[in-house]
């Protein structure tokens, strides 16, 4: 798989494509905010035919290298985890941050 680092409205994306269908892209995951005070992984996806093959799990080192080595310690990093993903998140780190906080949503109508 080709991996590639672009930054296109995102402090960071990753594109994942597969040379061996022409470059198709077949999986991304990019990290929005003010890349200081607040970020946030977002998109994470991976075509449903290329999925159970470690392709998130690779995006996901990606994204987290790129928070090591870019982000001040001082950015708080979080995410809103679907269905099962949450076991990737943890284990890169990432807590359930309930009772302390609870992530909300405002749906647009």
């Known amino acids: 798989m080709d991996f590639t680092f672009i930054t296109i409205n ?3 994306e990753v594109l994942v494509s597969d040379p061996e269908q022409g470059g198709k892209h077949i999986g991304m995951g990019r990290i929005t905010g003010d890349g200081g005070c607040h970020c946030q992984i977002t998109d994470m996806c991976v075509l449903p035919e290329y999925q159970g093959k470690g392709i998130g799990k690779s995006i996901m080192e990606k994204l987290m290298e790129f928070i090591n080595d870019e982000l001040p310690v001082s950015c708080y990093i979080s995410l809103i985890a679907d269905g099962d993903a ?3 998140y943890e284990k890169f780190g990432f807590k359930d941050t309930l009772p302390a906080s609870k992530g909300m949503a405002y749906l647009k109508r």
Do not use: D, K
């Open 86 to 88: 949450s076991f990737l």
């Open 10 to 12: 995102s402090i960071c």
